[in-house]
């Protein structure tokens, strides 16, 4: 009798033990993926049962938890319902779906605004312990309503983004991306109409800037926030960083003389295939030479493609990843990480001399989203150090108790303070004398540099990348305009993008 009783007992403890561990497994292992699992409706109806925390700007919400009188409670509400409103800041905000889908901030800073943050432990506690219902915190922006409004009206009709930051703290001050979309007609809790509306962004194609009256269409849908999740060629903005690891690493100053033919061999080619000319077949000097700081001016394509090629493969890679644009940035949201010959897996040979010499006027296998080209800006702007950029100022609990608090910190120090004071030097030549007169601004000095990227087999890509006042510098604001020209002088980065950049320049500075 006491043997079987030993096995009974051996065999109920064991079915105990399996019980606890796949309790456990479940509840604690599993249990965010089974949270974030979309069918699990359960889910869905208590984070939508939940007072879910606002996203601020400026002190105003821009998102807010409406009570509603349904299954769900709450309705996410945003710019309260106005759609024009909405979309000047969907890109980030994203939308939150009763299908379990949710993008942007409400992705990205979900455990904030549902009130699940490790952080809000005392929070949860309380409301555990009074039985009150649970609320979400709120989320503060470093968007300047102002500068992100003044960003939102300059690119008008155009296809493409706009990003503004501030070079001392790294303070994201804008973020638009057009066309945008409406993320209330998603916010629906009719799961159907959601699904629906959600695929028919996912379907659209959006027509770009077509100057020359061609019907051309975008590679990045509405839903894409193009700041850091598009990239492009980055053609003559590029022109900064060839400048920056030419004067860091092989001793080149502004006043040096460097050689700037009519027509460019590129190293390991031979015949016309391999030549480059500079825009518009021009001459950038009859001598055949200038300073590097003219040819930033004047932006002339054949001084950076030798410029590179002295530079080399080891030293423009090197100055590539001191920017740290080989790696994936979190603002909270993620951003794409940038492409450069040699350093993207996949593309046979790409790391050659042509394509390394290519890459010096910003072509080749060489792409960046524009917060990485603003950031190229900001480390000239803050004496060499890259701050790194932040989107979250403050987090405060459903008592507007201050929950955290973003401090700057330097994410990166690319280059010297002498470096960037002799790239600031050529950076105002752009825009007094060279290709970016069309972001002068009465009683302020600007420094920048413009882009006419080309990327086949679209149209150009069109850029202006700066910051200002040039003396102490207070904004930092780069444009992309998504095939924006016809590579002729009136669309270029300098007569299209950098009128652009002056009008949120001027917002930012007027603040």
Avoid at 389 to 399: A, G, M, N
Wanted: glycine share 10%.
């Amino acid at each position: 009798m006491n043997t079987t009783l030993r096995r009974l007992s051996t065999v109920v403890m064991a079915m105990f033990v399996a019980l606890m561990v796949s309790t456990t497994w479940i509840q604690f292992v599993t249990a965010n993926e089974l949270n974030e699992d979309p069918r699990n409706f359960r889910n869905i109806y208590s984070e939508l049962g939940r007072d879910r925390g606002p996203i601020v700007v400026g002190g105003e919400p821009i998102v807010t938890s409406e009570p509603v009188d349904d299954d769900y409670k709450y309705q996410r509400t945003y710019s309260g319902g106005d759609a024009a409103a909405a979309s000047l800041y969907a890109p980030l905000t994203g939308f939150f779906a009763v299908t379990g889908t949710y993008t942007g901030l409400e992705r990205f800073a979900n455990g904030y605004l549902g009130g699940e943050d490790d952080s809000l432990w005392l929070d949860r506690l309380q409301n555990l312990i009074t039985g009150e219902e649970a609320q979400g915190s709120s989320v503060e922006l470093t968007i300047d309503p102002k500068v992100q409004q003044a960003a939102w009206d300059a690119l008008g009709d155009y296809t493409g983004a706009a990003v503004a930051l501030d070079p001392k703290t790294g303070a994201i001050l804008a973020m638009v991306s057009k066309p945008s979309f409406d993320p209330n007609s998603i916010a629906v809790h009719n799961a159907g109409d959601a699904t629906a509306a959600y695929n028919a962004l996912l379907n659209q194609k959006p027509r770009v800037n077509a100057e020359d009256g061609k019907e051309r269409f975008s590679t990045y849908g509405p839903t894409i926030n193009r700041t850091i999740n598009a990239t492009y060629p980055p053609g003559s903005a590029f022109k900064l960083l060839t400048s920056a690891a030419a004067i860091e690493y092989n001793g080149v100053t502004p006043d040096s003389e460097v050689p700037a033919p009519d027509v460019y061999q590129l190293p390991g080619t031979s015949g016309p295939t391999g030549q480059v000319e500079n825009f518009g077949g021009e001459t950038c000097d009859p001598s055949g030479k200038m300073t590097l700081k003219r040819a930033l001016a004047i932006s002339c394509n054949t001084a950076f493609l030798d410029l590179a090629n002295e530079v080399g493969k080891d030293g423009m890679q090197r100055m590539f990843k001191d920017f740290g644009f080989n790696e994936s940035l979190d603002i909270p949201m993620s951003t794409s990480i940038g492409e450069y010959p040699g350093l993207i897996g996949g593309k046979n040979d790409s790391d050659s001399a042509d394509r390394i010499a290519l890459s010096g006027m910003g072509q080749g296998d060489l792409r960046l989203t524009p917060l990485q080209v603003a950031m190229i800006s900001a480390a000239v702007a803050n004496d060499g150090d890259l701050m790194e950029p932040y989107l979250i100022q403050s987090v405060r609990d459903s008592d507007l108790e201050l929950v955290s608090q973003t401090k700057p910190s330097r994410y990166k120090s690319p280059f010297s303070s002498s470096t960037a004071d002799a790239l600031t030097e050529m950076m105002v030549e752009v825009v007094n004398e060279g290709s970016g007169t069309g972001a002068q601004i009465q009683g302020v000095q600007v420094a920048g540099k413009t882009g006419t990227a080309e990327d086949y087999p679209r149209s150009p890509t069109l850029w202006f990348t700066s910051f200002a006042p040039a003396d102490d510098p207070q904004v930092v604001v780069a444009v992309v305009l998504e095939n924006g020209g016809q590579s002729t002088n009136e669309t270029t980065g300098g007569a299209l993008a950098a009128p652009i950049a002056r009008q949120i320049l001027q917002a930012a500075i007027s603040r």
